[in-house]
């Protein structure tokens, strides 16, 4: 039995498939995230428009090339194994609320985080993976330019005590697993209120800025200088006993001395400072340790100003 097909059935067979196909290929072109189809040798077979954005290739540069050429160096050689595990996985895909952020790279080869989900499909029999990728850089700068804002004194560029909180905390955490001795210092500005009456709050801010300055170059990388609210500074020590954070202390108050700030009308200012010193013990904890060093400098201010305390 011979089954005949009308011509202009056919015609319009065919129509339909390539609607479908202009369709299919409409949507992927105009798609707002990069999709890349790839097979199982890593041979890019498909790079949209918003893909060719993304990286920064042409669709004709890369077609036919590893999937690789779009990773940092150190990711390259472990892809082939990621490959075939997903290819055995009884996973078809990750879906969008498991989105994985990795690192990607430019056609000028500068890496750029990436929100990437990942499907396979067989095609004529033969495996295909196609990544559904987004560019986060923006999203990522935005979030780390929060971060510090919520983070840092605007007046200083110091950390402020938000972010002090948080750094202390880890410290104590280090120390009930590891003994790692660390310690506080407490610094408050000599007769500050005095100064911004006589000067103007300008020179105050500058009294302050200079402080800052001075005393974070007198500390160690791993030292974390804060400013505490106002005239007031706190630092963290780590790997530091007490008498190493009283010599550190001793250092910068003896260099404080030596500053001189002009006022708005050029006068010559110079100015002092108070420290306390703590170091951290089994029996402290956030709070006990910052009112320690806080007692400690107070201590330093009723001995006379322009001195360190424990």
Not at 119 to 145: L, P
Not at 152 to 171: E, H
Not at 188 to 205: E, Q, R, S, V
Not at 233 to 260: C, D, H, S, Y
């Amino acid at each position: 039995m011979i089954i005949g097909i009308h011509m202009s059935d056919k015609q319009q067979l065919q129509s339909e498939v390539n609607n479908d196909s202009n369709r299919f290929s409409s949507v992927i072109d105009t798609a707002f995230d990069g999709i890349i189809t790839m097979n199982v040798s890593q041979e890019i077979l498909l790079f949209n428009h918003a893909a060719e954005n993304i990286f920064g290739y042409k669709a004709e540069e890369i077609i036919g090339k590893p999937i690789t050429m779009l990773m940092p160096q150190k990711f390259r050689a472990s892809h082939a194994a990621y490959t075939k595990q997903f290819e055995n996985s009884p996973m078809q895909s990750r879906d969008m609320l498991s989105r994985v952020m990795i690192s990607a790279m430019r056609k000028d080869g500068s890496d750029f985080p990436i929100e990437i989900t990942i499907s396979k499909i067989k095609v004529n029999g033969n495996m295909e993976f196609t990544a559904i990728i987004r560019d986060v850089s923006h999203r990522i700068a935005y979030i780390e330019h929060l971060q510090k804002q919520i983070n840092t004194d605007n007046l200083t560029g110091l950390k402020n005590r938000n972010y002090f909180d948080m750094q202390l905390q880890d410290m104590i955490q280090k120390f009930n697993r590891f003994s790692e001795p660390f310690c506080v210092l407490m610094f408050d500005l000599d007769k500050f209120k005095t100064i911004n009456d006589t000067y103007g709050h300008l020179t105050g801010d500058k009294v302050i800025q200079e402080f800052s300055t001075t005393a974070k170059l007198l500390l160690r990388e791993v030292d974390l200088l804060a400013r505490y609210g106002g005239e007031e500074f706190v630092a963290i020590l780590p790997n530091t006993q007490l008498a190493g954070a009283m010599e550190t202390a001793e250092r910068i108050r003896k260099r404080i001395t030596k500053i001189m700030v002009l006022s708005q009308k050029h006068e010559s200012i110079t100015f002092t400072v108070s420290i306390g010193a703590a170091e951290f013990t089994k029996q402290d904890d956030i709070k006990t340790i910052v009112s320690n060093a806080d007692e400690a400098m107070y201590r330093a201010k009723h001995q006379g100003r322009n001195r360190v305390s424990d």
